[in-house]
């Protein structure tokens, strides 16, 4: 979890933060380097809707979790993680 200030100040360093940094940065590298701005974006649009005093940090992408709700859903995977 990161509290609100938390995100603040990581929101800030990376909108601050060159190309070239981003791409140093090893959990953005240079495939996400110009994505990761439109997601700063994304998150604090939906930071301004849904205001909260913490987030939580993910290790898998949002499509990924929709994959897995679906593949719930139809019986073809489990939520738990043990397949079938």
Do not use: H, T
């Amino acid at each position: 979890w990161m509290d609100r200030q938390s995100v603040d100040r990581m929101v800030e360093k990376l909108v601050g933060w060159d190309f070239q940094q981003r791409v140093a940065n090893p959990c953005i590298g240079a495939d996400r380097a110009d994505l990761v701005l439109a997601g700063c974006a994304i998150l604090e649009a939906i930071r301004g809707v849904w205001p909260s005093e913490r987030l939580r940090v993910a290790d898998r992408g949002l499509r990924e979790g929709i994959l897995s709700e679906l593949m719930a859903d139809d019986g073809v995977w489990r939520s738990d993680g043990r397949g079938r």
